[in-house]
């Protein structure tokens, strides 16, 4: 498999989402969804150790990478970026299709299949659960400081955006994610800067950084999570997480957890840290792909996924 894959662009109301593709043009579609303030590039050094019968799919999130950002005045949420799924699904003509997705890919992806279970054959959730459940009690508050985050940065009149030396730039993104590898954070600055004028600034919308307004209660994530059919794979990073891990949030995500065993999902752990499948991604291919081989690829029946 070419190891670079090829760029995509796909018309939205507002722009393009931008992405690369691996594989060949009528194999097994598989879309990747990338994390929070990362960009398709997370999954770089994961697909040319999966299996070569699939195509995928790598987009950059609105406002990541190389994507328009929304328009002034609307938020970014998970509704709306699983609203982008179905813009992309129905752009590149799938009719059926599996997930790979990373953090908050995986609470995007996690929401798209249980709204479109017929779609979605087989879900794989690297480091991340498929919902991120607040406590109902905090939903409030967690949204107000969203909108007011969001209303206060319209009415900055300074200057917003940062300029960097490349070196600079990979120290901050460094300091944000201390796990990523030198490699991985070179790898994800291809798509996360832009030139200007005096060196780079980066190229995601500074609106990713506020809270996200569309929240759900662990009740609900149960409920979303009974309704997905797709097969599942956890991957979970054994060095655990910094975005993820707190204590409030591990007592939600561990009932989850114990949701995703009872309804006989898969769940591996493996020796690593939140980007596991960019920092070191033999880790993780051997369970991908051989999840991809036996949920999808071997079945006799595998549904066409053109319309």
């Known amino acids: 498999m070419d190891k670079e894959g090829s760029e995509i662009t796909i018309p939205v109301p507002w722009g393009e989402i931008r992405g690369r593709v691996w594989g060949p043009d009528h194999g097994y579609p598989v879309l990747c969804l990338h994390g929070w303030a990362d960009n398709c590039g997370s999954f770089n050094s994961?697909?040319?150790?999966?299996?070569?019968?699939c195509r995928y799919v790598a987009v950059d999130l609105a406002g990541h990478g190389l994507s328009s950002h929304r328009p002034p005045g609307v938020f970014y949420s998970s509704v709306a970026y699983v609203?982008?799924?179905?813009?992309?699904?129905?752009?590149?003509?799938?009719?059926?299709?599996?997930?790979?997705?990373?953090?908050?890919?995986?609470?995007?992806?996690?929401?798209?299949t249980a709204l479109y279970p017929e779609i979605v054959d087989a879900l794989i959730l690297l480091d991340t659960y498929g919902f991120l459940p607040t406590d109902s009690a905090e939903i409030s508050e967690v949204m107000r400081q969203g909108m007011d985050s969001m209303l206060q940065f319209e009415n900055k009149t300074e200057e917003k955006t940062r300029i960097?030396?490349?070196?600079?730039?990979?120290?901050?993104?460094?300091?944000?994610?201390?796990?990523?590898?030198?490699?991985?954070?070179?790898?994800?600055?291809?798509?996360?800067?832009?030139?200007?004028?005096?060196?780079?600034?980066?190229?995601?919308d500074l609106r990713v950084n506020f809270k996200n307004v569309s929240r759900t209660s662990l009740e609900q994530s149960l409920v979303m999570l009974s309704k997905i059919k797709a097969s599942i794979l956890l991957v979970l990073a054994g060095g655990g997480s910094d975005i993820l891990s707190n204590t409030?949030?591990?007592?939600?995500?561990?009932?989850?957890?114990?949701?995703?065993?009872?309804?006989?999902?898969?769940?591996?752990?493996?020796?690593?840290?939140?980007?596991?499948?960019?920092?070191?991604?033999?880790?993780?291919?051997p369970f991908v792909s051989d999840f991809l081989q036996s949920k999808v690829l071997s079945q006799s029946n595998c549904p066409e996924h053109k319309l």
């Open 83 to 112: 609203a982008d799924v179905s813009r992309v699904a129905v752009a590149l003509q799938l009719k059926k299709f599996s997930i790979i997705a990373h953090s908050m890919g995986g609470d995007i992806a996690g929401m798209f």
């Open 164 to 204: 960097y030396t490349y070196e600079k730039a990979a120290e901050r993104l460094m300091a944000a994610n201390q796990s990523l590898s030198e490699r991985s954070v070179r790898i994800l600055l291809e798509r996360g800067l832009t030139p200007v004028e005096g060196g780079f600034v980066f190229s995601r």
């Open 46 to 53: 994961l697909i040319p150790y999966l299996p070569t019968e």
């Open 248 to 285: 409030a949030q591990d007592k939600l995500t561990s009932t989850l957890l114990q949701n995703f065993r009872d309804r006989n999902h898969s769940v591996v752990t493996v020796p690593g840290h939140h980007h596991v499948h960019l920092d070191k991604p033999e880790v993780v291919a």
